[in-house]
């Protein structure tokens, strides 16, 4: 049987459930603990949880790494499905770390290059990329216009089934999120 779930714990499962972070509030319960509490509460994974509170300062030094170091674009699957993608990418991991506790979200992947590692902080999907963008787009200098041509295209496909054909409207501004 295992510990009885607290209250406090409860509400707190509630709170971060679907955040890249959830299993780290919980150290000393396994994932499928988490993740069975989860579902015998009947908990849907909230995609709409603000990022962490950042201060001005952070949202601009994030701002300005997606602008010097990082990319927004959409990624075309083998599929034939278009993934928006925000990402940083840089040959110290710990910075990459500062980023996922700074925001909360994303993953961070590892390549090998010439000798020596290079890590990448990627968000991917359109939710996630909501969140990240919406937040820090008063202080993207380079990047600003990707970054509201990818608000529009998120909201556009959160709006409709999730595998729903591809507008015109769709393409073209995938189009444009590449050329810009």
């Known amino acids: 049987m295992g510990l ?4 406090a714990e409860i509400e707190k499962l509630k ?3 679907g955040t890249k972070m959830l299993f780290e509030l919980f150290p000393y319960r396994t994932k499928r603990a988490v993740k069975t509490q989860a579902a015998k509460l009947g908990f849907k994974r909230n995609r709409n949880i603000p990022l962490l509170s ?6 601009g030094y994030l701002a300005g790494l997606i602008d010097g170091d990082g990319t927004i674009t959409m990624v075309w699957s083998n599929h034939n499905i278009l993934y928006p993608r925000v990402a940083i990418s840089v040959s110290d991991y710990r910075l990459c770390h500062i980023v ?3 925001i909360g979200i994303g993953h961070i992947y590892s390549t090998p290059t010439r000798g020596k590692d290079h890590y990448t902080w990627v968000v991917h999907t359109p939710q996630d990329v909501i969140a990240v963008l919406t937040e820090l787009n008063a202080y993207f200098v380079l990047k600003k216009r990707r970054a509201d041509l990818m608000l529009r295209f998120c909201q556009s496909r959160l709006n409709r089934r999730t595998h729903a054909r591809y507008t015109e409207e769709d393409l073209e501004l995938a189009r444009q999120i590449r050329e810009a």
Not at 4 to 7: E, I, L, P
Not at 54 to 59: E, G, S, V
């Open 4 to 7: 009885k779930w607290t209250q």
């Open 15 to 17: 709170q971060y459930y």
């Open 54 to 59: 950042l201060t001005d300062a952070q949202r």
């Open 100 to 102: 996922r506790e700074y």
